[in-house]
């Protein structure tokens, strides 16, 4: 290659030579990936480039959320940036690393076909799918009373418009592993409250105590949301009856119900030699459940307890490595271990954030284009040049709204005017990034009320928790605003799971100015409105899960600002990520 190397460029790797540097060179992989790939070969006295190269690409792979990687796929991934590079032959690639010491004890790395781990996630995959066989191989739970869960069935899921959940909770009833799927507003809360219903009269016949339940979620915001909607359901439509063979819970997050632990952060003091004492485990917005995750989770559950995983597989998936949800319902239910659940009609929207999320889904461009354009009042398409002054007068009712309360110290209608919002985006950096749009709400707010913020901490500052904080009882995801006392101090008011709590700016370290956030921050909550600012064609982020998870956060309109061709591009882009999960369970399928 005779790309000059830059010295400034942090990703270039000085010390890297023949193939790792012109893979490096050609912006394939970055400085970070060449030491990964230059300590294990150094370490395991490997000469081989090869194996060099395909160690840095696992790096690579693992970086961009990926489990593994596709040795057969990687080329083609790479596209344009690796056509004038010299790739391995597959079938050579492959018997170099069979041969290779980095693939014998204490094995760094580990090979399945054509696809190459590191030690770590190799294991954890393994463990999940052997956990998930055990589980799908058990007897079937045992009914108390079959014609008292039809009664139940009918009962708790009455007529046609319930059909898909009836059919849905009657298969999760007969099951210890269930996937129950769907896109927003399909019913799935619902379903979960009814069969949570169900489970304890058949628990009450069959003469056992009433079932101790853990309902949970990946962030303080889901898990908060899923307890919130189960008591309405609970409440709204269930029988004092039913209601009260549930019993009272509380919804927390993964690690919490896991229990972390002061000695480790990738180890719960829940685990299989001290499991979980629930007999049925809730757990919502699985797609943002990671590998890893999912892996503590499963370990922890008892075998003899029902694990009844929820979420939208369309949605982006976690931040962290992995694609479980996805893979679930690929491996599991394709591979014939267990049955679907699945849900598909949308009974929350006005019909056209329902049919916009279902184009999305089903892939029909022209479809998506004709909703966005179909001039109803919950969905706007913004194609304006310059959309600056249609976001302006959009955006800035809420934000002086937000601010108003707070100067007059009224937490409660702070909290709710920041909830009516939500300016979403899919960079944290550049013009149309989350920096950005902040600083330009910002100078709005000065230009409106002639009121300069010159401090970080300002009357109605809407944050964003961004790091788990045990001692604040504070949770990534979770959201507050900054409001004024009486005595003219300054207090930030957090909607945590545990409530809300109020906090000296002073004392919060990992917070962000929320008048726009991430897309991927955006996973797991809702917001009334939505605004979806597209990112420009060369955005590396711009796929079909990350437009499919923007719109759907909204609850009851959703504005996009964009363009067709930034529309269309997303939808043709998936974001792919390589594991061999779903493969692992699909293989010899049930046994
Ligand atoms: N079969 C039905 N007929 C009419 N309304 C329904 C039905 N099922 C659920 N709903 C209502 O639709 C709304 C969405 O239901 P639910 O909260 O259960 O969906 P969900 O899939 O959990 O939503 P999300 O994941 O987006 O929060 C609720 O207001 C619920 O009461």
């Avoid at 917005?285 to 979420?311: D, K, Q, W, Y």
Wanted: glycine fraction near 8%; hydrophobic fraction near 45%.
């Amino acid at each position: 290659m005779s790309t000059a190397v830059d010295e400034f460029d942090s990703t270039l790797a000085l010390a890297a030579t023949g193939v790792l540097r012109d893979f490096n060179t050609a912006g394939v992989i970055l400085a970070a990936d060449v030491h990964v790939a230059t300590r294990l070969t150094t370490m395991l006295e490997e000469t081989d480039e090869r194996v060099a190269l395909a160690c840095a690409l696992v790096a690579r792979a693992v970086r961009a959320g990926s489990i593994c990687l596709d040795l057969a796929e990687v080329r083609d991934e790479v596209g344009e940036d690796g056509a004038e590079l010299d790739w391995p032959v597959l079938d050579e690639w492959l018997t170099a690393l069979r041969a290779s010491p980095l693939l014998a004890a204490p094995y760094p790395l580990h090979l399945e076909d054509t696809r190459l781990y590191f030690d770590r996630y190799w294991r954890e995959e393994e463990q999940v799918e052997q956990d998930l066989r055990r589980r799908a191989g058990r007897p079937a739970p045992v009914i108390a009373n079959e014609a008292v869960l039809q009664a139940g069935l009918g009962r708790l899921f009455p007529g046609s418009s319930y059909v898909e959940q009836r059919a849905a909770a009657q298969t999760a009833a007969r099951q210890w592993t269930t996937v129950l799927t769907g896109g927003p507003g399909t019913g799935k809360t619902t379903t979960v409250a009814g069969l949570l219903a169900l489970l304890a009269e058949q628990a009450e016949i069959a003469g056992d105590r009433s079932p101790w339940i853990a309902l949970t979620a990946p962030t303080g915001k889901a898990a908060a949301r899923l307890e919130e909607a189960v008591r309405r359901e609970m409440s709204g439509r269930l029988s004092a009856e039913d209601t009260a063979r549930l019993g009272d819970f509380h919804a927390r997050t993964l690690h919490m119900l896991l229990g972390r632990r002061p000695d480790s952060s990738s180890r719960f003091r829940h685990d299989r030699d001290n499991r979980l004492p629930h007999d049925i485990v809730v757990v919502d917005e699985t797609s943002m459940v990671s590998l890893t995750m999912m892996a503590r989770l499963l370990e922890a559950v008892r075998p003899g307890a029902r694990l009844i995983l929820v979420g939208d597989p369309d949605q982006l998936a976690s931040i962290e490595a992995g694609a479980v949800l996805a893979d679930l319902v690929d491996g599991l239910v394709a591979g014939g271990h267990i049955a679907a659940a699945e849900l598909r009609t949308s009974h929350r929207f006005g019909s056209e954030i329902g049919a916009l999320a279902l184009a999305v889904r089903e892939d029909r461009p022209d479809n998506v284009l004709a909703v966005l354009r179909g001039g109803g009042d919950r969905v706007h398409f913004v194609e304006d040049d310059d959309p600056r002054e249609t976001l302006r007068s959009a955006l800035l009712p809420d934000v002086l709204a937000i601010r108003d309360a707070a100067e007059a110290g009224d937490a409660d209608a702070a909290l709710a005017a920041l909830d009516r919002h939500r300016l979403l985006c899919a960079h944290r950096e550049g013009p149309w990034g989350v920096q950005h749009w902040n600083r330009t709400v910002e100078r709005w707010i000065t230009e409106e009320t002639e009121d300069p913020l010159w401090d970080t901490w300002y009357v109605g500052r809407p944050v964003l928790v961004t790091a788990n904080d045990y001692a604040l009882g504070i949770y990534n995801g979770d959201v507050g605003v900054t409001i004024r006392r009486p005595d003219g101090s300054l207090r930030v008011c957090i909607d945590s799971s545990r409530g809300r709590l109020d906090f000296a700016p002073s004392r919060l370290g990992n917070i962000e100015t929320l008048h726009a956030m991430t897309i991927h921050k955006a996973q797991g909550s809702q917001a009334a409105e939505v605004t979806v600012l597209m990112p420009n064609e060369e955005s590396r982020l711009l796929t079909r899960e990350l437009f499919y998870t923007a719109i759907t956060r909204a609850e009851n309109r959703v504005r996009v600002v964009g363009d067709e061709q930034s529309v269309r591009l997303a939808l043709s882009r998936r974001a792919l990520r390589a594991t061999g999960l779903r493969q692992r369970l699909v293989d010899g399928s049930a046994d």
